[in-house]
């Protein structure tokens, strides 16, 4: 089975322009979270999505959104880039459901804001 | 919110030895805590779990023990090997969201 796969891989924006990673989940899984990966402040959760709806939503500002497919696929938007949101973005996917299910992370998108 | 405090940051051992990472959480309604090792360049990947309703689970050379009333798991690993250098984090959950500690890379020394 196929893992999840993001592009692209490698991206460099900016300052103010705008941005759009892709998320493909593994066959079969419904859930999409999202996570921001930096130095400072490690990993943290961005968002999730399940049947195209936002489940859940960590504390990032509105610059941060996403949505997701009818074939769960699943982008994430930056507007207005700032210096600050260079960072490996992180997609994973889970089959869905509370309690948490296990989560199967791509090898994410580094974006460099220059 | 859940909080997920990990030590040690760094740790080095010898090849063959065990290593031990800890991680405390805050939130006492959390019931899921996976363990993910991430390689330079790659994103972390699901290495094992523990549900709230488990004292410990062992997968070969890998071991995790959840201690509820204290709010601290840890991960064993044994007879370690230099393709076990790696960052590892962990992580708590109690509803979909998973809150991740600090991370500790962790270095096997031929």
């Known amino acids: 089975k196929a893992g999840v796969t993001q592009t692209p891989r490698y991206l460099i924006k900016t300052r103010g322009q705008q941005v759009t990673l892709s998320c493909s989940p593994i066959s079969g899984h419904r859930s999409v979270s999202w996570y921001q990966q930096t130095p400072g402040q490690g990993l943290q959760f961005l968002f999730e999505?399940?049947?195209?709806?936002?489940?859940n939503k960590g504390n990032f500002p509105g610059r941060f959104s996403g949505r997701q497919f009818s074939n769960s696929r699943s982008e994430m938007n930056v507007s207005t880039l700032e210096l600050g949101d260079s960072a490996l973005y992180l997609c994973a996917s889970s089959h869905a459901g509370p309690p948490a299910y296990e989560q199967y992370f791509g090898p994410g998108t580094r974006l460099t804001v220059t | 919110g859940e909080n997920v405090e990990q030590h040690p940051s760094t740790l080095s051992v010898q090849e063959g030895d065990s290593a031990v990472i800890k991680c405390t959480y805050s939130?006492?309604?959390?019931?899921?805590f996976p363990w993910y090792k991430q390689e330079l360049g790659k994103g972390p990947q699901l290495i094992i779990d523990i549900r709230s309703n488990v004292g410990e689970k062992k997968d070969q050379r890998i071991a995790v023990t959840l201690n509820k009333t204290a709010k601290h798991f840890s991960l064993h690993i044994t007879e370690t090997q230099p393709e076990d250098s790696a960052v590892y984090f962990c992580?708590?959950?109690?509803?979909?969201?998973?809150?991740f500690g600090s991370g500790t890379q962790l270095t096997v020394l031929p």
């Open positions: 999505y399940f049947s195209e709806t936002q489940r």
């Open positions: 992580a708590a959950s109690s509803s979909r969201q998973l809150t």
């Open positions: 939130d006492s309604a959390s019931n899921y």
